[in-house]
């Protein structure tokens, strides 16, 4: 019987974190003995540089022009441990159609069966930011992933973000396409910070799956092209994202999020910031006095 | 590639079977080059035509007698509904259903459209069109637009199961996917085999027969008879049950290489239908062995060869009476792949020379990885190797060849495409009817058909003499080559 191949979607916020947190998540999973692929789906094409020492590879699409017709298996690069890396690539900012993009190459490798071939356990898509169009939701609709996870912080940005991509789950939900599987908090440092996404999540019927906090580790590595499973696997910060690849091989059970309509995101926010706001009355009023 | 009905969409003919669009070479060249997978594209740096494979993909499901089509496209698209209304009108008369317009919808994309989506407007559509039509089957064919914006055509569909009994499909025919109009047969037989084609309940004596409009459908149906089998021709014609229990026939032909080996091969892969690939049944080779064929699938060599000893005693000498009037004949065809190369053995075999060989487009195989057999037996049949051309119908092309050749005759197959040659003074006869020069009195006809070209030139010559074609000298002493980049491999 076929192997059943895990296909999980990253969303969240650009500059969030996706792309380290999927690059990270990859690496884990393949320590853990795993085959994994990543596909990154961002015009930029970075999302799997830190598994190949700092370097770009050629892109899908960028091939594909090229060459009019393109076999999976020129495309796909191996990495850190043996992780395949594709990107899907894109146009350059300002042109083009980068949705347009995505549909292409994802198309092409559903086409050429190379899951199978390659015999992965994972296939991780890391999706550009903002969910602007059709062709980014391609990796949610039916067929491809089968569980989203989104990167969030505690900013109220990304958790609009993240709210906005429940929205576009809970849309495809009916018709086979991926569910939740749950909200991966990044950068949480701050003591709030856990709570406002704990709260975010208990009100949108999903949970946080890792929190992961901000790490000069983790910019440590990078600056040097890798990830920080690579870099400085003993690190503490490798520790949660190797939880965090447990956590997610183990995960089955996604859902359809309820996300916040417009209004009751921003009254839940609003909550949040006098909240914020008394939790450092001490602090702030001392300050605040000092610059009357 | 392989045939594979797990996506909703198939690939392209450039992906699945590397054809081409653009060659000059010999046929032997092409055919050696196509085994060893050295056979590149060569583009070019100046189109004069070309088309888009939706039309091809909606013009096989619009024939299907109680289906509809939604266009997710802007109105310039669902232009392809006159013709498609025009061939249907004309297939009714011919073959005695209802002469009416196909039944084609467009959902008219708009500027806001490509903004915001057109999902809701999609849904209204494909209502609405069960709401006045009551079809069998809804196809929604995609466009350049829809495809761009990223529509998502299969939520659409599974959100309106609830609401509408009958198959809601999605052809995935965009322009901008393929060079080849062929890739628009497979993706309309790509929605039949995933949408329509139901598991077999039984086997039954129906032989599928794929092809364009069926005008010789008596006669092959009294020939079937004789065997004991029945022809199911499709898909014009046929209803959306019919087309269900395809998985149910005895076998399967094609009257084309081209049209039918997505299909072909692909109920053979999926319900074990044997594909029946022989050359087409066009010239007495040609017949022969394709009657051959069908005999040995359905267990009838013996009836086959009775009856093909038969008709040779019957039409051979008339055949050879004819055949010394042509002998010496010069001709150029230019027509799809499947078709060059069976027209090219079936004048060969009335005497005719083919000075000049140019197809569309080129499939170096077909599905099964099978090789293309109507050009195999050229490769071991002609005296001599043929120069030949992928031309993509680039009509500077091939003026600039008739040019320089002046053969005797010219023939095609497409709508306009004698109307030049006949414009320089070329003698032509167009083989719009795919029948044309099929079995025994096929070929007879045939022979008959060239001789009248090539005595009575009248026609050619003064619409030549009142005629002034529009290339300049300087393009017609060039190579037919000039404007064909290095090939790619």
Known sequence: ?292 | MEINLKVAEAPTRENRLGSISGYSGTLRDAAQKAGCGGLGNRERCFNQASLCNAGCAQGMVCGILDAAVVNHAPVGCTVDAIGASVVRKYLGMMLGFEPRNAQFVGTNLNENDTVFGASAKLRAAVIETYRRYHPNAIFVSTSCVSGVIGEDIKSVIEDLKPEIPIPVIPLFCEGFKSKIWATGFDMAWHALLTGIVKPPQKKTNVINFINFFGSEKRQITELFAKFGVEPLFLPAGTTVDQLSRMSESIATVSICGTLGTYLGNGLEKQYGVPYVQTLRPHGITGFEEWLRGIGKVIGKETDVENYIAQERARVLPELEKVKQKLHGIKAVVGMGPGYTFNFIRVLQELGVETIWASAWHFDPKYDKGLVVEDLDYLVKNLPADIPFSVSDQQNFELMNVLNTLKPDIYFSRHQGTTVWALKRGTASVCVMDEYTAFGYNGTLNFASMILDAVTNRSLANNIAQRTKLPYTEWWLNQPNTTFLKKAEV
Not at chain 1, 101 to 110: C, R
Not at chain 1, 213 to 220: E, G, L
């Open chain 1, 1 to 292: 019987m076929a192997k059943h191949i895990k296909q999980i979607a990253i969303y969240g916020k650009g500059g969030i974190g996706k792309s380290t947190t999927t690059s990270n998540l990859s690496a884990a999973l393949s320590k853990a003995g795993y085959k994994v692929m990543q596909f990154g789906c961002d015009p930029k094409s970075d999302s799997t540089n830190t598994l190949r020492g700092g370097k770009y590879i050629p892109t899908v699409l960028d091939t594909l022009r090229e060459e009019n017709v393109v076999k999976a298996h020129e495309v796909i690069f191996e990495g850190f441990n043996g992780v395949y890396c594709v990107e899907s690539g894109g146009p350059a900012p300002g042109v083009g159609c980068a949705g347009r993009g995505i549909i292409t190459a994802v198309q092409l490798f559903k086409q050429q069966k190379v899951f199978e071939e390659l015999d992965l356990d994972f296939v991780i898509y890391d999706v550009l930011g903002d969910v602007v169009c059709g062709g980014f939701a391609v990796p949610i609709r039916e067929g491809i992933a089968e569980h989203v996870f989104t990167v969030s912080s505690s900013d109220f940005m990304a958790l609009y973000a993240a709210n906005n991509l429940f929205k576009g789950i809970q849309k495809y939900s009916n018709s086979g396409g991926a569910l939740l599987g749950g909200v991966i908090a990044n950068s949480v440092n701050a003591p709030y910070a856990r709570e406002i996404i704990d709260d975010f999540v208990k009100l949108t019927n999903t949970k946080v799956v890792e929190y992961i906090p901000r790490s000069v580790t983790v910019t440590q590595s990078e600056l040097q092209g890798k990830t920080t499973i690579e870099a400085f696997p003993d690190s503490p910060q490798a520790k949660i994202y190797t939880s965090l690849a447990y956590k997610i091989a183990q995960h089955t059970d996604s859902k359809s999020p309820s996300p916040m309509d417009v209004k009751e995101l921003r009254e839940w926010a609003a909550k949040w910031a006098d909240l914020l706001l008394s939790y450092e009355n001490g602090e702030l009023r001392v300050e605040a006095h000092g610059n009357i």
